[in-house]
């Protein structure tokens, strides 16, 4: 693996996330416009994607099930955010470039 890829699994292990992987940019390529990689970062080489367990008690919330549910989306998503921006970091301290993004 190179230097990228280390620090890159070493950060998600150390801020738990559980599940990760790295793919060509180019597998996305087909998508459509305005979705490919390509139009979020010219030049982008590599796509990252990540996973952390949502509980599935916010589903079986009796009689409150959907507040819980949108409760708990905002802080998933902002968690995701703010794992995302420092991804970006560590990518960008060892020389990439990199845009956050989630969908």
Same mark, same amino acid.
């Given at each position: 693996m190179n230097e990228i890829t280390e620090k890159i699994k070493a950060f998600f292990q150390g801020?738990?996330?559980? *599940?990760?992987?790295?793919?060509?940019?180019s597998?996305?390529?087909?998508?459509?416009?305005?979705? +490919?990689?390509?139009?979020l970062l010219?030049?982008?080489?590599?796509?990252?994607?990540?996973?952390?367990?949502?509980?599935?008690? *916010?589903?079986?919330a009796p009689g409150k099930a959907e507040q819980m549910y949108w409760r708990a989306a905002a802080i998933y998503y902002r968690h995701l955010d703010?794992? /995302?921006? +420092?991804?970006? /970091? *560590?990518?960008?301290?060892?020389g990439g470039t990199a845009v956050p993004v989630y969908g």
């Amino acid at each position: 693996m190179n230097e990228i890829t280390e620090k890159i699994k070493a950060f998600f292990q150390g801020n738990d996330i559980p *599940v990760f992987g790295i793919a060509p940019a180019s597998s996305l390529e087909t998508e459509p416009a305005g979705y +490919r990689p390509s139009d979020l970062l010219a030049g982008a080489t590599s796509i990252l994607c990540v996973g952390i367990p949502f509980p599935k008690g *916010v589903f079986q919330a009796p009689g409150k099930a959907e507040q819980m549910y949108w409760r708990a989306a905002a802080i998933y998503y902002r968690h995701l955010d703010a794992i /995302l921006m +420092r991804a970006s /970091l *560590v990518i960008e301290e060892t020389g990439g470039t990199a845009v956050p993004v989630y969908g």
